[in-house]
Antibody, heavy 122, light 108 residues
Framework: QVQLQESGPGLVKPSETLSLSCSVS??????????WTWIRQSPGKGLEWIGY???????NYNPSLKSRVTISLDVSKNQFSLKLRSVTAADTAVYFC??????????????WGQGTLVTVSS | DIQVTQSPSSLSASVGDRVTITCRASQSISAYLNWYQQKPGKAPKILIY???TLQSGVPSRFSGSGSGTDFTLTISSLQPEDFATYFCQQSYNTPFLTFGGGTKVEIK
């Protein structure tokens, strides 16, 4: 079955850019049947959807993060990536990547990667 | 934005108990409501989608109901492996997806 795995630095300095990648195995990010998404979880804010990307490259972002977020696709590596600019301590969280199942307006996340903790600190 | 509010935020129950968790949306979301289970240190796992459809492989003791603004996740007979945190998530306001705050189910 499809598996996802996050990778990237666990420590980022304030004002810098957080960069994470998600590698997909046993499935293709080129599939038109799914979106690919990033979600984060922090003690203060629970689960927060960050944004998603379609195989065509089209994206949708959480309005609260839109000005700082870019999600991109690398079909050759079968992975997708997250960049979050100008980070602060409030961006400290566990970051998950996931596949989005689409059925009309229905969207749910399955499966998820294991998650990676990113701490913003100098 | 559509807000989803879960209650209670935590509960204590015993093995064998019937457990009910509710999720209320700030406006009607039809049946576009999903439920997840998360165990400590793990990613959430989908249990129920479209308010009442059990994901493949999920035990039948889990069930979901509701439409409009009020939804329920029920565990008919709590098992030791069910102690976890449960989240709801709405997708009516696609593409802007939001989660409830979570309900932690603890051992009494």
């Amino acid at each position: 079955q499809v598996q996802l795995q996050e990778s990237g630095p666990g420590l980022v300095k304030p004002s810098e850019t957080l960069s994470l990648s998600c590698s997909v195995s046993n499935g293709s990010v080129s599939s038109g049947s799914y979106y690919w998404t990033w979600i984060r979880q922090s003690p203060g804010k629970g689960l927060e959807w960050i944004g998603y990307i379609y195989y065509s490259g089209s994206t949708n972002y959480n309005p609260s993060l839109k000005s700082r977020v870019t999600i991109s696709l690398d079909v050759s590596k079968n992975q997708f990536s997250l960049k979050l600019r100008s980070v602060t301590a409030a961006d400290t969280a566990v970051y998950f990547c996931a596949r989005v199942i689409i059925n009309g307006w229905l969207r749910f996340f399955d499966p998820w990667g294991q998650g990676t903790l990113v701490t913003v600190s100098s | 934005d559509i807000q989803v509010t879960q209650s209670p935020s935590s509960l204590s129950a015993s093995v064998g108990d019937r457990v009910t968790i509710t999720c209320r949306a700030s406006q009607s979301i039809s049946a576009y409501l999903n439920w997840y289970q998360q165990k400590p240190g793990k990613a959430p796992k989908i249990l129920i989608y479209a308010a009442s459809t059990l994901q493949s492989g999920v035990p039948s003791r889990f069930s979901g109901s509701g439409s409009g603004t009020d939804f329920t996740l029920t565990i008919s007979s709590l098992q030791p492996e069910d102690f976890a945190t449960y989240f709801c998530q709405q997708s009516y306001n696609t593409p802007f997806l939001t989660f409830g705050g979570g309900t932690k189910v603890e051992i009494k």
